[in-house]
């Protein structure tokens, strides 16, 4: 585990720090094999948007660079970058100017056992539902204590992911996936404008699909769908695809059409 | 501006604290005169139910002794205290065990134009609506990009505050302030059960009121409601209490219970 802080080595950072103060800020979780990041345009594109949409200053060339050289050294692993608003004064209002501050970590790829991408995953039913703030949802900012709640429900290792519903009972996510449903060949996954994460793989894989000729459909999906689903996958930019298996009193076979796309996160994550 | 981390004087914490990687935890803003801290047990009481409430291992001696020597070495000012889950691993399953970390930092008091108190203020009509989340309603947690988002929507310092509305049209709060309505000599604050921050002082100057015979409703109130209203005022832990004159289209007088709350609020800040 090391650690840059704008660039230079360094694995603290003041107190002060908005992203303390208020989760004000964003991340990425990058998988990094054989020195370079994957998907990396990817995480820049929610990088750039979610600054706008959060207002924060975002220079792309020194984040891809730092990115890439931190990568490099990295060589295998993850590199999660936390992108702050930096130091404020005491207060909500936007600090001006505002610096924002760059923390990278870097780690050793989790640990996942094997049998989760060969045999499928079996998930917990969260309780603790999304709320809906459009103003939020989709980006990866560091208000996680949703995540950390329904984390928080299971202890037992056979579920390797959690489900989470939004308040009307619409399937959304996994705590830390994407959600993908394979119905008569064609991929349906929840919208994410009212919660949710938009994952960087999750957008990956709808395109490659769709340029496999592949449907692809992104709409509300109420959780009772899953009763006429034929496969189900989660994704994630870390593991790619674990086929799931069984939720509650469904089960499902792991299919074709998830074998074909894990195959293609595989080779994503391989760079 | 001076800091203790873990009763240590010092101004920069690991970067692989939970507060900044999730928002994972709490903090609360004591306002501090003559070396002691205002409402304490109100501020102590609300950590111990939020940290009920997040699973957070809550050392209520530790905090207060820590909050006590702070107050007394800032003498005056603004002691604020963010208490984190503290060190995690990769991924949002709680720590075990779990060491939770204390950042007290102290600050001038804010400098607020007198006339706020005196002659009312003021509040901007923010667009920013709060989401319903009851797992985490009530709370000061450290997840506050709504509040950051409100705060962004005016500059003008003719607003001293912002109102905000949950999704329903629902009056709240504050961006940093709670409300509190007067109709017919009776006390009307907003139900907090599924968003907003239930302040300490709002808490203590409800159970003022009623001590005093004034009734005081906790409930659901529509937006439309301040059209019948008498007096308006604002409440926090630092400034005590405002007067509000103007909201968009609506205007009140300062009136004489405002007044009488006003000089309570001023009592329990003077210690």
Redesign the interface.
Known sequence: ?F?W?DGVA???????????????GL?ETISVSHGKPSLLERHMSRLALSCER??IPFDAFIVRSEILAFSALLGDG?A?L?L??GQGM?????PEPCAPRR?L?G?PR?NYPAANAQHGVSLFACQ??L???P??AGMK????????????EWQDPAYAEGLMLD?SGRLIEG??SNLILIQKGQLHTPDLSRCGVAGVMRSELLAQAEALGIDCFVRDIPRLELLGTDEVFLCNSLYGVWPVTRIAEHSWPVGPLTRKLQSIACDLLDN
Chains 1, 2 share one sequence.
Do not use: C, W
Request: proline share 4%; net charge positive; glycine share 6%.
């Open positions: 585990m650690s802080i360094a694995d603290s950072l003041p107190a002060s720090d908005r992203g303390l103060a208020y989760g004000d991340f959060l207002l993850v999660k936390i702050t608003r005491r207060g909500y209002a936007l923390v970590t780690s989790p603790t539902r709320a809906e703030q103003l939020l900012h560091l208000n996680r204590l949703e995540q950390v709640l329904a984390r928080s308040y705590v830390y």
